[in-house]
């Protein structure tokens, strides 16, 4: 008599005589089934050479092997570095890496978690867009899976948060600068796309005031996330027109700060310490680029393979234990000050 055609993990739980649930169990980790439970099992699988589809099991489980990372926008280097250590962590930890970018948009960014509710995950690691984020969208999400955020925190949302301190990371390197030359003015953009410049502009504030110096702020026009050609094209503005209370200039980021390097070098003036300098310019971030600019970019290092491991250390823990946490843990990392030639 021949053997009857199995389709799917039913038909084959059916032929064996047990149940679809132990079945299911043995899939996901054979020894969570009793030993004569587990030979017959793979008796069977010898027999029948049935091998289950391991996308639909992860379907059907209330918990899959897959993890969701989103982040802002990969075209930045600074973003593609951070998922890049993310994923490894989450590869190390047994679990599927499934790296969404939202280019810089809310409406992708709240389609990037459509996607992810589809597949049930596990969890998912947020980084955020910040203000240009539908909170709402992004909350209930977040109140269905278990989730992450890192570098830019929602207030309120999700199981935990990872970040920078903006208050100590900008007080160092306004205290170097001010210790080393002229106080700086600070070089913003007026509508900022990420939560992190709005700490920064207050963090500069304090910073300056708690040293003695009057804050002196510059912002500029420019939406989205090109903000090297915004750097350069409202730096050589600014230079053009002698608006610089200073000769020193703390950029919001490093990427503002690459171009506004940019746009002195067009402008003639040399940055630096240097004999001949007339202009310091420095940044915060630490961008992979920021180290090979001319001069070189004084900056803030994030501390950002440690943010990466708390985070996945974090949601692993929750997708473990399967328990939401009863406090949102909220967790900031201090900066690095990094002394380059520009300042």
């Not at 199995?6 to 084959?12: C, G, K, L």
């Not at 990969?74 to 939202?102: H, K, Q």
């Not at 600068?177 to 502009?201: I, S, Y």
């Amino acid at each position: 008599m021949n053997d009857p055609k199995i389709r799917n993990m039913e038909d084959f739980a059916a032929v064996i005589g047990i149940s679809r649930p132990t079945v299911s169990k043995f899939f996901n980790d054979p020894d969570s089934v009793r030993k004569s439970t587990r030979k017959r099992i793979e008796a069977a699988l010898e027999r029948y050479e049935y091998r289950p589809n391991i996308y639909a099991v992860n379907q059907n489980r209330r918990q899959t092997k897959n993890v969701g990372l989103v982040v802002p926008n990969l075209t930045d280097p600074f973003f593609a570095g951070i998922a890049r250590t993310i994923e490894g962590l989450i590869v190390n930890a047994g679990f599927n890496p499934l790296l969404l970018s939202s280019h810089g948009g809310p409406e992708q960014e709240i389609a990037n978690l459509d996607s992810l509710r589809a597949i049930k995950p596990a969890g998912v690691l947020l980084a955020p867009l910040g203000r240009a984020s539908d909170t709402d969208q992004v909350a209930a999400f977040a109140g269905e899976v278990p989730t992450v955020l890192f570098d830019a925190n929602l207030d309120g949302i999700g199981e935990a948060f990872f970040g920078s301190d903006n208050t100590q990371s900008i007080g160092l390197i306004v205290e170097y600068l001010c210790r080393t030359g002229e106080p700086p003015v600070f070089f913003e953009m007026k509508t900022p796309v990420n939560p992190n410049a709005h700490r920064r502009h207050n963090a500069y504030f304090a910073a300056m005031e708690r040293l003695g110096h009057e804050p002196h702020v510059i912002q500029v026009s420019g939406e989205g996330w090109e903000f090297e050609e915004i750097g350069f094209r409202e730096g050589t503005r600014v230079i053009a027109e002698g608006r610089l209370p200073t000769n020193t200039i703390l950029c919001s980021n490093d990427r503002l700060a690459i171009g506004l390097l940019s746009a002195a070098f067009e402008s003639g003036l040399k940055v630096g310490l240097g004999s001949g300098c007339t202009l310091r310019v420095a940044g915060h971030d630490d961008h992979p680029f920021s180290r090979y600019t001319c001069p070189t970019l004084t900056t803030v290092s994030q501390d950002y393979d440690s943010i990466a491991a708390r985070s996945v250390e974090t949601l692993m823990r929750l997708i473990e234990s399967e328990i939401r946490a009863e406090k949102r843990e909220v967790t900031l990392f201090q900066g690095r000050l990094t002394m380059r030639g520009s300042a």
